[in-house]
């Protein structure tokens, strides 16, 4: 049996790259058992073949090359029990990320697939809505301005990053306002929650109820219009307004750069 294996044959062995196994001896993490003067050539045995085998499988659960080199120089079943149970945590909270992830996909999907049924716009709905929970901002904002400024605004007073607000970020006008006919200003703005905690003086649940809706080409700055056209319909029907306005671009510039692409959603609850 051979004794000595070169760096391009463990590699091959073991599917690895030779400049992984370079990098291990550069961080003294596994180092050849033998190396050639002459040529400089990397040789490794047979008896390091376990070592390896252990580098690569903790390293295929997530374990970070510190704490595998810490585990080789002080291998023990009480030392690896505590690494893999400190790593199975770290696992469980990786997949609860990335179930979010998954989550907010979806519902960007779902959002995206709504707003293109382009037969339903400029149409006067009627849509019952569970209980739904936002990330409110009371702010004052002209319905002509440029709402970028007070995204980053209610970003940082809630401590998210930016990751939290690629959802739908909309804006409200106040049943009173609305009662008044007053739609060229908004008074707040929000984002829907989507799994992330937030100080409760920042939430507001939005009722499960009968919201009179329309979705429109364009962009918040075309919404009066609409407004008027919505209360038109409720005041007909002889509803009463409920609570303030949720209105929400459901495709804007952070999907497409095509303004004609374009759709906004408001949302008014009534009894």
């Known amino acids: 049996m051979k004794d000595l294996f070169s760096i391009g044959e463990m590699a091959k062995l073991f599917n690895i790259n030779i400049k992984t196994l370079r990098y291990y ?48 120089s002080k291998r023990n079943i009480d030392n690896i029990t505590n690494l893999l149970e400190e790593q199975k945590e770290v696992t469980k909270n990786k997949i609860k990320e990335l179930k979010k992830i998954e989550k907010k996909i979806d519902n960007t999907l779902k959002q995206i697939n709504y707003a293109r049924q ?22 004052k904002i002209r319905t002509n301005d440029d709402l970028e400024l007070s995204i980053r ?22 049943k009173e306002h609305l009662e008044q006919g007053e739609f060229e200003q908004y008074d707040s703005m929000f984002i829907f929650a989507e799994g992330e905690k937030y100080k409760k003086k920042f939430i507001k649940v939005l009722p499960k109820g009968n919201y009179i809706t329309v979705r429109f080409n364009g962009d ?17 029907k002889g509803y009463k ?31």
């Open 241 to 271: 307004i409920a609570d303030d306005s949720v209105e929400v671009t459901l495709i804007d510039y952070g999907l497409t750069t095509e303004k004609t692409e374009f759709v906004t959603e408001i949302q008014i609850l009534v009894n």
């Open 153 to 174: 605004d209610l970003e940082n007073k809630t401590q998210k990053n930016g990751l939290a607000f690629n959802g739908k970020v909309g804006v409200s006008i106040s």
């Open 220 to 236: 918040h700055k075309m919404s009066p219009k609409y407004y008027k056209y919505i209360l038109e319909y409720i005041h007909k």
């Open 25 to 72: 001896d550069e961080i003294d993490l596994f180092k050849p058992i033998f190396i050639d003067r002459a040529n400089n050539y990397r040789y490794y045995s047979t008896d390091q073949f376990e070592q390896l085998n252990t580098i690569l499988y903790l390293k295929a659960v997530g374990m970070p090359l510190s704490k595998i080199d810490s585990h080789l």
């Open 118 to 139: 382009y037969d339903k716009l400029n149409i006067i709905q009627e849509i019952e809505f569970d209980e739904r929970k936002i990330v409110l901002l009371k702010q």
